[in-house]
Each structure stands twice: as C-alpha cells, then as structure tokens.
C-alpha cells in the first residue's frame, strides 16, 4: 500500500485511522451482517451513528441544548439559496462580507432573490485579505450577517468573531470547521460542507440556534425548510448515511486525539512551517494573503514563473506530495493543511520548498 501526502483542497486528505476503522467493520457493521450503506436509516444501529455524530459536534463546539445539529444535501452551495429563503426579505436582508470566492457565491444566490447587500468587500484588492471590524457597515435591519471564515481559494482566514451587534451572525466554514477553539455561541448559523476537513462529499452540517431554525415560512418546499430538517432530526427523506457515519467517526478521532486546542496546536505548527518557508525565501516565493490575514488551512504562494510552477508541481508529486496546485483564479500553489495532514507532511514539503528554491533560484 502507498499512502501519500495529499494537499488536495476537498475532498481532501482524512485521517488514515478513520479510514481503516471504516475498512475494518465495512462488511458487518455493529453485528448487522451488513455495512453501513445497505443497513436502513430507520435502523437501532443507524440512528446511534447519527446521534453519536451530532452529539459529538455540538460537544466540540461546546454548545448546548440551544443549538441543533443539521445534516442537509446538497453541499454548501445549496446553504447559500436556503439562508436567504428562509431568513431574508427586502425590508430585512441578508448582508454579506465579500472576501473570497465562495461568500461571492453565497451573495449571488441571495441577489437573485433580491434581498441581498455589502456589508464589506475586499474585491478590489483581490482577496488577498479579509476586512477588519471597523470596515464592516452593520445595517440593524439585516436579518442576518454573512462571513466566510476561511477563504479556502485565496488563503484568508478571520482571525477574529466579527461583532455585528444585535444583528445574528451566520458563517460559513466549510474549510476550518473544527480546526480549532471558536466561541461558536457568537454565531447563530454555522454551515460547512464536510468534504473539507471532516469527512467524505454528501453533507453539509449546520449547526444552529434552535429559536432560529424551529419554524421556516409556510411558503417554502418541504426540502427547503430548516424547520423539516429540525422537526425531523434530518430524517425526514434518506440521509446521507455514509457520509454522516464517517462525520462522525471523524468528530471521534478529533475529541480521542485532545479536541479543538490540540487541532489547533497541530495546525499553527504546519500552518508557521509553510509560511516559514515562504518567508526565508528571499521572495522566491510570494505569498498571496497579507500576513495577518493567513490561513492555517490552506496556504497560496506563487513562484517567479509559470514554467517554475509546472515544474514545482510535478517535482513535488515525486516526493509523494500531491494536490499542490492552485486553483485557477488565483493561481500558483495551494497546500490544504486541514486537521487530518500530519505535521511530517508539512514538514515534508517545507523541505521540499526549500530544496527547490536552492536548486531553482
Ligand atoms: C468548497 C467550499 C464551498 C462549496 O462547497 P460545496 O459543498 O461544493 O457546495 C463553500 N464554501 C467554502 C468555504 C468552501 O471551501
């Protein structure tokens, strides 16, 4: 078997742990004779997978009984139509942070049903920073802010809860969920894709005050509704078993392997031996964020030169270190560094980088 050391942005690289427990009870799940995706959702062992994994979100996010945990399809592209269908109208409308590509997104979908504005944009200066506090225009009619908490494409990520006043404050955060200790209770919505840092594509979680998502408007389809979700606990329809079941596997490993604090010690370390690299490299490599705006889950810099790019990405996949290349509309390199990326492999490519630059310079 050869495992490598995948920076892939999402799906993204799990913890080897969790895959080869799944591998292990795969063909009889909990004494069932079945695994896991032929099992029904109606199941005594499917629904303790599925409480277990909710149970166990919340526990990390040190949350209470006011918040409920939500499994929904449809990724977190569908999150970005269903806030606004639920929550906005012209009179009290969705306000949105621009920082990158997905809180664009995320603000398309609100336009298109015209009730949609800018809290703050860092458009102009190509994402290469999320706003600060003071540049944030809070509109006390706003049923909701909306942040992006890591810039996944562009490499920002908040380092600080914006204060948005009386206003509910709603994030996505697809790509840094769990990665480290958040005061959660400062956010009355939170959503991320799993396919990030917590698990397989196929569900989304969100994680909600239970005042907020107990009653949708009469006038949005079942599947629409966060109220079906909740009332149902996301088992109205068929939920995405697997993907829950790994979710909450992954939620395990992270509460076994010392919670949020330790994630968090883990990740800083990775995140500095990168950017050290970047740093000490004479400007061999340029950095896209500003300093104070890094991400410590994905990490973008750029090379003098295309050419020096392919051959960067090429020579890396030799030394097992695969997934590195940018995405397209920023360009250069994108290292994914999420919890499930072991400190070696940082170190592995920091090496990496630094060897590189001494023959490439
Ligand atoms: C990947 C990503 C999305 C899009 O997720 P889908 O599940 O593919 O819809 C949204 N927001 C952020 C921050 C992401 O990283």
């Known amino acids: 078997m050869k495992r490598i050391y995948n920076f892939n942005p999402g799906p993204a690289t799990l913890p080897l742990e969790v895959l080869q427990e799944a591998q292990a009870e795969f063909l009889d799940f909990d004494d069932s004779g079945m695994s896991i995706i032929e099992i029904s959702h109606r199941s005594k062992p499917y629904e303790r997978v599925h409480n277990q994994a909710k149970a166990d979100i919340l526990e990390l996010m040190n949350l209470g009984d006011d918040y409920d945990v939500l499994f929904i399809q449809g990724g977190a ?95 996505d955060m697809s790509s840094d969920m769990l990665s480290r200790p958040v005061d959660f209770k400062k956010f009355s919505l939170i959503y991320a894709g799993v396919q990030k840092n917590l698990g397989p594509a196929g569900v989304v979680i969100v994680v909600a005050k239970k005042s907020l998502i107990e009653q949708s408007l009469e006038t949005l389809p079942t599947m629409l509704r966060y109220d079906t979700f909740y009332k149902k606990n996301s088992l109205y329809n068929t939920p995405p078993a697997f993907s829950i079941y790994m979710v909450g596997k992954v939620a395990a490993w992270i509460k ?36 104070n705006s890094r991400s410590f889950m994905n990490v973008t810099f750029r090379l003098p030169n295309d050419e020096l790019e392919k051959k960067f990405v090429a020579e890396a996949l030799e030394h097992n270190l695969s997934g590195v290349k940018g995405h397209r509309s920023v360009g250069g390199m994108r290292a994914s560094i999420y919890n499930a990326m072991p400190i070696d492999g940082a170190q592995a490519l920091a090496d990496f980088m630094n060897a590189f630059k001494k023959s490439n310079a």
Do not use: W
């Open 77 to 171: 592209s569908l999150q970005f139509a269903m806030i606004p269908l639920n929550f906005a109208t012209v009179k009290n409308p969705g306000s949105y942070v621009l920082s990158g590509t997905f809180s664009s997104n995320a603000y398309k979908e609100a336009k298109i049903l015209g009730v949609a504005e800018v809290a703050a944009s860092t458009k102009d200066e190509n994402f290469k920073r999320v706003p600060n506090q003071d540049e944030l225009k809070i509109n006390p009619n706003a049923a909701y802010v909306h942040v992006c908490c890591n810039n996944t494409i562009y490499g920002t990520e908040f380092h600080y809860v914006p204060d948005t006043g009386n206003v509910p404050l709603f994030a």
């Open 256 to 291: 076994n392997s010392g919670g949020l604090v330790e994630m968090a010690r883990r990740n800083s370390i990775k995140a500095k031996l990168l950017y050290d690299a970047i740093d000490n490299s004479d400007g061999f490599y340029r950095g896209h964020a500003e300093k």
